[in-house]
């Protein structure tokens, strides 16, 4: 069987943020570097990414995915599988992960709101299954400034629940860079500082 697969659009997209968060939660005790090239056929998406962590068990993380994404007027569906890597990890840290995304996002106007779940049979690390249910929304202030919120609800075996809050200011500063004001905070700040409320500065180019 031979497949038709449309023509091939490669992009590499490059985030530097003063430090590294994920659902919610910070990665790194400082500055975080994010490489995630990606080459799209048409609505199929192929990627993969790599990032460093702070951690005492592992140096970082990376991953290739599986994705498509479909535009059906002003809706937006999309639906990834991404195998996840903890890499120079210790030998008895569960180093592999499957996870799955779904999202959903329509346009009215100026106004683009966004629900998504995350979910992981067996997630990295201690962690079991996971699951990671988000809604928020965007708003295009001009073509060069947006803003956005979100709250986000995880349920994990093997850490704690959490719920998340989110709100950013983004600016395209020229060219391929765009620049990024984000505010993150949880409702558990008694589990440590990861949980705890940061103000996150970050800058990505997308080629």
Not at 43 to 53: E, F, M, P, W
Not at 102 to 116: D, E, I, M, T
Request: no cysteine; glycine share 12%.
């Amino acid at each position: 069987m031979i497949f038709d697969l449309p023509p091939s659009d490669p992009s590499l997209e490059i985030s530097v943020a003063s430090r590294g968060y994920s659902k919610g939660l910070a990665q790194t005790d400082g500055m975080q570097v994010l490489i995630r090239p990606e080459v799209a056929f048409g609505s199929l998406r192929l990627g993969a990414y790599g990032k460093n962590i702070t951690s005492n068990q592992y140096d970082g993380e990376a991953g290739a995915s599986v994705g498509y994404r479909k535009s059906f007027g002003k809706m937006e569906l999309g639906a990834s599988a991404t195998v996840k890597h903890l890499y120079g990890a210790d030998p008895d840290v569960d180093d592999v992960a499957l996870e799955l995304n779904f999202a959903a996002s329509r346009s009215w106007g100026a106004l683009k709101p966004r629900v998504s779940l995350t979910y992981s049979p067996n997630d990295l690390a201690g962690t079991g299954r996971t699951a990671f249910w988000e809604a928020g929304s965007s708003y295009q202030i001009d073509k060069k400034t947006s803003l956005s919120a979100g709250i986000g609800i995880r349920r994990r075996t093997g850490g704690p629940d959490y719920t998340s809050f989110t709100a950013a200011l983004s600016r395209t500063l020229g060219g391929p860079f765009t620049a990024e004001f984000r505010l993150y905070d949880t409702n558990r700040n008694e589990l440590g500082e990861n949980y705890h409320r940061r103000m996150v500065v970050s800058v990505r180019t997308r080629i």
